[in-house]
């Protein structure tokens, strides 16, 4: 017996889970063992693992008994049922859903940006919405340097940011198109094949989509500053892995183009792309399956005293959900943290 966590995810079989069973094999997590939950649809079947296969088992009650850490990305509903149950358990949980992000009690990580807050965890952790993520990361240094004073985002999202059923409809509405058939949307409101839709989540009374005040309540939350004001149209594209966003600051003190390149190159998890005259910049096809967050077009706004203009993509299965979730984890067994108080 090593000194290891016990590691279950829940929502194993789906786009998130799969990937977060890949990204802690590929990055050696330093697990004793590995349990696969999800549904009683998918109870029994197997998901390779290391080399071997996991038998998925169906999620309850008692499943969190003997396990030291439990990453969640099953859905809202999931999370805010089992996550307290997991909690009892003794288990520490780092949670994918929106369920629990905005909870004072709950830490929101991103770990580039905010790892010291995750010292005043309760036993749940939360994990940002993906373009909340992609976004902190290269927000995070620049305010550092000048202080953000205002964000203006427009995001591009990738159909896999709705699951495994999503990635399928697109891929049959492409085929079906192409053959001349009527496609029947299900997972969309809307056909999504050659489509864009700016409704991602449900409408709010404000008229904002649950998307959009994600991004802007989750980024005030990680950045640890109120006063950041942060504005959103949130647009689902058809695009398989990979979301990008246009996104508009201004700051406080002036930031340079050249200096903003400089911040970006040092700082961590980033890889600045950005050379135009060469068609150098980033794209949602060259970023999937890449851990870093890519920034580029970086040019600053001329219709204000300090503002600056750039295009982040990343991959929202990666960087947006299950990179970060197991780089959450990894910081846990590092700083000693896998214990409930
Ligand atoms: P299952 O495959 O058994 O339905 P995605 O976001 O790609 O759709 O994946 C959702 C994940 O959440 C899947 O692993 C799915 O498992 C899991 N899930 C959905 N509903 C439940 C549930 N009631 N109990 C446990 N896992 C669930």
Not at 15 to 34: D, I, S, Y
Not at 305 to 320: F, P, S, T
């Amino acid at each position: 017996m090593s000194n290891n966590p016990v590691v279950a995810v829940v929502g194993a079989t789906g786009a998130v889970g799969r990937e977060m069973l890949k990204t802690l094999e590929q990055r050696n997590f330093p697990a004793e063992e590995v349990i696969a939950l999800a549904s009683a649809r998918s109870a029994g079947s197997r998901i390779p693992y290391k080399g071997q296969e996991l038998k998925v088992q169906e999620l309850g009650n008692d499943s969190f008994k003997g396990i030291n850490l439990a990453i969640f990305s099953a859905g809202g509903s999931i999370s805010e049922k089992y996550a307290p149950v997991a909690v009892k358990s003794g288990c520490v949980v780092v949670d994918n859903s929106s369920a629990w992000r905005m909870d004072e009690n709950v830490p929101l990580i991103v770990p580039e940006a905010n790892p010291h807050a995750l010292e005043k965890h309760k036993g749940i952790i939360a994990n940002p919405n993906c373009s909340t993520i992609q976004m902190v990361v290269v927000l995070k240094p620049l305010h550092d340097v000048g202080k953000i004073k205002r964000v203006i985002v427009s995001t591009y999202q990738a159909v896999s940011g709705s699951g495994q059923k999503a990635v399928e409809e697109l891929e049959s509405q492409v085929r079906q198109l192409l053959s001349m058939q009527e496609v029947e949307p299900r997972v969309y409101p809307y056909q999504i094949a050659f489509n864009c839709l700016p409704h991602i989540d449900v409408f709010l009374d404000n008229d904002y989509t649950k998307e959009e005040m994600k991004m802007v309540n989750e980024t005030r939350k990680i950045m640890e500053d109120d006063n950041i004001k942060v504005t959103a149209t949130t647009v689902r594209v058809p695009v398989f892995y990979g979301h990008s966003e246009s996104v508009n600051i201004e700051t406080e003190k002036k930031i340079s183009s050249k200096e903003a390149r400089a911040i970006l190159s040092q700082a961590p998890g980033i890889k600045v792309l950005d050379n135009p005259l060469e068609k150098v910049y980033p794209m949602p096809l060259s970023a999937a399956g890449e851990d870093e967050t890519f920034v580029g077009r970086i040019r600053e706004d001329e219709t204000v005293a300090n503002g600056l203009n750039m295009w982040i993509v990343a991959d929202n299965i990666r960087k947006g959900a299950a990179l970060n979730a197991v780089q959450i984890s990894e910081l846990l067994v590092e700083k000693n943290l896998l214990r409930v108080t």
